[in-house]
């Protein structure tokens, strides 16, 4: 089992920036990738961003690059989403998602999520 707890969304103006923090506990060990995905009112989950844990290779959708960068905290599993001239389509409650393999199974954790609003 994988626990997800994210942190740092709010409320901010167009142009504005936030960081998002996701912190994992449980069976921490198994975990290969953790990203971001994001949902809007009455749209589906999309796929914001991923980082490998082995390597540190990393993913954004298109409408992020440039402005949206994760990281990790090194030696530890916690990752950061850091969000720069947001514009109100970023609007939406954004999950944590860890990948991975327990007892040669995979696993997909997805935390409650944090809301970012993008509003004047």
């Known amino acids: 089992q994988v626990r997800l707890v994210e942190s740092g969304g709010g409320s901010v103006q167009p142009g504005g920036s936030l960081r998002l923090s996701c912190e994992a506990s449980?069976?921490?060990?198994?975990?290969?990738?953790m990203g971001w995905f994001r949902q809007a009112p009455g749209k589906e989950r999309d796929f914001v961003a991923r980082i490998v844990l082995n390597g540190g290779t990393t993913n954004y959708v298109d409408s992020g690059k440039g402005r949206f960068t994760i990281s990790r905290d090194n030696g530890k599993y916690t990752v950061f989403l850091q969000m720069s001239n947001l514009k109100p389509e970023d609007t939406a409650l954004y999950y944590c998602n860890a990948i991975g393999v327990q007892h040669l199974s995979a696993f997909n954790y997805w935390g409650q999520g944090t809301q970012v609003t993008v509003s004047s």
């Open positions: 449980g069976f921490t060990r198994g975990i290969t990738a």
